[in-house]
């Protein structure tokens, strides 16, 4: 299951330091923290400079479910086994009718967060379309020392090193490697345009916000961190 007390403490930790880092994770709903959005600024000289990208972040939290047929649960019990170390065992007693047994599974921390670019971004890791992300942490080298945010520090330094020989979008990386300027071109074009439209889309937002008496400084900046969710901003701006 989800470590909700280790994620709402580094949500915390990864906010405070924003103005520095310019990385912010919030909950994408109220009280659900096994959903959040994460925002990283474009590197400084990159074609990504300049922009602002969401993360849509998704902690795992699985429940398994067995089902016995012709058993039914009778006890369970903790068992320490010298090999294997804490194990669950149990019993059973017969029965006619199947038995559903649902048992939690690790959730984060021990398995990674599942990160996808909710900003539209044009690079051979990202995919174009989905915006999922091709980066090792986010698999198999995932560990539970680290954390949301070195987890978005690395997608910001993906942003910053792209790996084509390994592309999650194959036309971008033939682009990237075939005609690199072009490449550049179209990253920038997609950046710029992105935060046009972006910088528009929240002018209405802004204004009904700063109508009800919150400065209009804090009313932005609350909006960037929910990606320009009207109803999510005014929720953070009551609660501050």
Request: aromatic share 10%; proline share 7%.
């Given at each position: 299951?989800?470590?909700?007390?280790?994620?709402?403490?580094?949500?915390?930790e990864?906010?405070?330091?924003?103005?520095?880092?310019g990385?912010?994770?919030?909950?994408k709903?109220?009280a659900?923290?096994?959903?959040?959005?994460?925002?990283?600024?474009?590197?400084?000289?990159?074609?990504y400079?300049?922009?602002?990208?969401?993360?849509?972040?998704?902690?795992?939290?699985?429940?398994?479910?067995?089902?016995?047929?012709?058993?039914?649960?009778?006890?369970v019990?903790?068992?320490?086994?010298?090999?294997?170390?804490?194990?669950?065992?149990?019993?059973?007693?017969?029965?006619d009718s199947?038995f559903v047994?649902?048992?939690?599974?690790?959730?984060?921390?021990?398995?990674?967060?599942?990160?996808r670019?909710?900003?539209?971004?044009?690079?051979?890791?990202?995919?174009?379309?989905?915006g999922?992300?091709?980066?090792?942490?986010?698999?198999?080298?995932?560990?539970?020392?680290?954390?949301?945010?070195?987890?978005?520090?690395?997608?910001q330094?993906?942003l910053?090193?792209?790996?084509?020989?390994?592309?999650?979008?194959?036309?971008?990386?033939?682009?990237?490697?075939?005609?690199?300027?072009?490449f550049?071109?179209?990253?920038?074009?997609?950046?710029?345009?992105?935060c046009?439209?972006?910088i528009?889309?929240?002018?209405?937002?802004?204004?009904?916000?700063?109508?009800?008496?919150?400065?209009?400084?804090?009313?932005?900046?609350?909006?960037?961190?929910?990606?320009?969710d009207?109803?999510?901003?005014?929720?953070?701006l009551?609660?501050t």
């Amino acid at each position: 299951m989800v470590d909700f007390a280790r994620v709402q403490k580094e949500l915390q930790e990864c906010n405070r330091d924003f103005e520095v880092s310019g990385i912010r994770v919030v909950p994408k709903g109220e009280a659900n923290l096994a959903h959040l959005l994460g925002t990283i600024p474009g590197p400084l000289g990159t074609p990504y400079e300049g922009g602002t990208f969401k993360i849509d972040i998704t902690l795992p939290g699985q429940v398994k479910a067995f089902v016995f047929w012709g058993l039914k649960l009778k006890a369970v019990w903790v068992h320490e086994n010298a090999e294997w170390g804490l194990m669950l065992r149990a019993s059973f007693m017969t029965c006619d009718s199947p038995f559903v047994c649902q048992v939690p599974m690790d959730g984060y921390p021990f398995e990674p967060p599942k990160m996808r670019f909710a900003t539209k971004v044009w690079h051979p890791n990202i995919s174009s379309q989905s915006g999922a992300i091709c980066l090792d942490i986010l698999k198999d080298q995932w560990s539970p020392a680290l954390t949301l945010k070195t987890a978005l520090l690395s997608v910001q330094a993906l942003l910053s090193a792209p790996e084509p020989d390994d592309p999650q979008d194959a036309v971008v990386a033939q682009q990237y490697l075939r005609d690199y300027q072009t490449f550049v071109g179209t990253a920038r074009y997609w950046t710029e345009s992105i935060c046009h439209d972006i910088i528009s889309w929240c002018g209405g937002e802004v204004q009904k916000l700063v109508e009800m008496g919150f400065p209009e400084a804090l009313v932005r900046s609350t909006l960037e961190s929910v990606g320009g969710d009207e109803n999510l901003a005014l929720e953070k701006l009551c609660s501050t």
